[in-house]
């Protein structure tokens, strides 16, 4: 083979192997980029799910004084884990035996309330 046709056919050969380095480091940083960018989505997702508190039902007795209704209570110590005040009423009524939503003075009830524990 001639010297011209030699050096051409290593040209040739020098860009074919340029052009398959190029896409190399291209497709390299691309799975890397977005390799680093979705294991930090991951981990902050993983952070996220061990910061979200659990509720926890407690009970609490408290005493009623001169006034006091079933009503004012529950406006008191229910949150949005019930439907309506009605239910907590209901609740309430329950838990500790009454027949009727009348209370007294002096009279202790026990509540239910909800409280928020990080883990």
Same mark, same amino acid.
């Given at each position: /083979? &001639? #010297?011209?046709?030699?050096? @051409?056919?290593? $040209? ?5 192997? +340029?052009? $398959? /380095? ?11 980029? +977005? =390799?680093? =960018? ?7 997702? $993983?952070? !996220? ?10 009970? $609490?007795?408290? !005493? %009623? @004084? ?6 004012? %209570?529950?406006?008191?110590? /229910? ?9 907590? %009423?209901? !609740? +309430? ?7 009727? =939503? !009348? ?6 009830? #026990?509540? =239910?309330?909800? &409280?928020?524990?990080?883990?």
């Amino acid at each position: /083979m &001639s #010297t011209h046709r030699l050096r @051409k056919r290593a $040209k040739r050969r020098r860009q074919v192997f +340029l052009q $398959k /380095m190029f896409l190399f480091f291209i497709t390299f940083i691309i799975i890397s980029s +977005l =390799s680093i =960018s979705l294991g930090c989505d991951f981990a902050a997702a $993983k952070d !996220e799910k061990n910061k979200t508190p659990d509720r926890h039902k407690y009970y $609490k007795s408290i !005493e %009623i @004084k001169s006034g006091d209704t079933l009503w004012d %209570i529950s406006r008191k110590y /229910m949150d949005e884990s019930y439907a309506s005040i009605d239910d907590y %009423i209901n !609740e +309430l009524i329950e838990i500790n035996g009454l027949t009727s =939503s !009348e209370i007294q003075q002096g009279q202790y009830l #026990t509540v =239910s309330y909800y &409280s928020l524990d990080c883990q």
